[in-house]
C-alpha cells in the first residue's frame, strides 16, 4: 500500500476552474455588450430610415393633394426664391425652406438637429419655442427639379429649369445623420 501526497493538485484544480469560468464569462459578457451595440445601432438605423422616409412621403402627399385640388403640382415643394433644402416643422404637413446658406452648410448643422420629447415624437431644432436635451439625429430634404431639354432628362441643382426646358419631376433627396457609440452613421433616399 502506497500513500501518495494530493495536498497541491486539488490548488492546482482549484486554479484551472477558476482560469476556465473567467474565460467562459468574459467571453459571454464580450458578446453580450456586442450584442447590445448592435441592437442599438439597429435601433438608431430603423428610427433614421422611417426619419428619412417621411421626409419623402410628406413630398408625395404634397403632390397628391395639389394634384387633386387642382393646384400646380408642385406648390409647397419648391420656395418661391429656388431654396432647395427645408426642414419639417412640429405638428404641421409642410415643409420650412431654409436659406441658401443653410442649404450648402453639412447636414450636421444645428438648423437640421433633431429632438425626441417625452411622448417619443421626433422635431427640428427652430421649429418650437425652446430646445431641451441633445440633439438625437439630424435630417436634411433637399429638393431639385427634374427638367427635360428635348430628349434628355437632367437634375438642375438651383431648383430651376434652364431657359427652353421644362420641369417634369422634382427630386428628393431626404439624409439622416446620427452619432452612436463614437461612430457617426448616414442613411440616404433619393425619389
Not at 418650437?128 to 438625437?136: A, E, L, N, R
Amino acid at each position: 500500500m502506497t500513500l501518495r501526497n494530493n495536498r497541491g493538485s486539488t490548488i492546482i484544480e482549484l486554479l484551472a476552474a477558476v482560469f476556465v469560468l473567467s474565460v467562459a464569462l468574459v467571453g459571454a459578457l464580450a458578446l453580450t455588450t456586442s450584442n447590445l451595440q448592435g441592437q442599438g445601432m439597429g435601433n438608431a438605423r430603423l428610427v433614421a430610415v422611417n426619419l428619412a422616409r417621411e421626409g419623402v412621403e410628406l413630398a408625395r402627399a404634397i403632390r397628391d393633394s395639389n394634384w387633386l385640388a387642382s393646384e400646380p403640382w408642385d406648390k409647397g415643394l419648391i420656395s418661391t426664391t429656388n431654396k432647395s433644402c427645408a426642414v419639417i416643422p412640429l405638428g404641421t404637413s409642410s415643409f420650412t425652406f431654409q436659406s441658401d446658406v443653410l442649404c450648402d452648410s453639412a447636414i450636421s448643422d444645428s438648423a437640421y438637429q433633431m429632438y425626441r420629447d417625452d411622448n417619443e415624437r421626433y422635431y427640428q431644432a427652430g421649429t418650437v419655442g425652446s430646445v431641451d436635451g441633445v440633439p438625437f439625429m439630424y435630417r436634411k430634404i433637399t429638393f431639385q427639379a427634374i427638367c427635360l431639354i428635348d430628349v434628355t432628362e437632367t437634375v438642375s441643382v438651383n431648383n430651376a429649369c434652364d431657359v427652353g426646358a421644362s420641369k417634369i419631376g422634382i427630386q428628393v433627396v431626404t439624409e439622416v445623420s446620427w452619432n452612436y457609440s463614437g461612430q457617426t452613421s448616414t442613411t440616404k433616399i433619393v425619389e
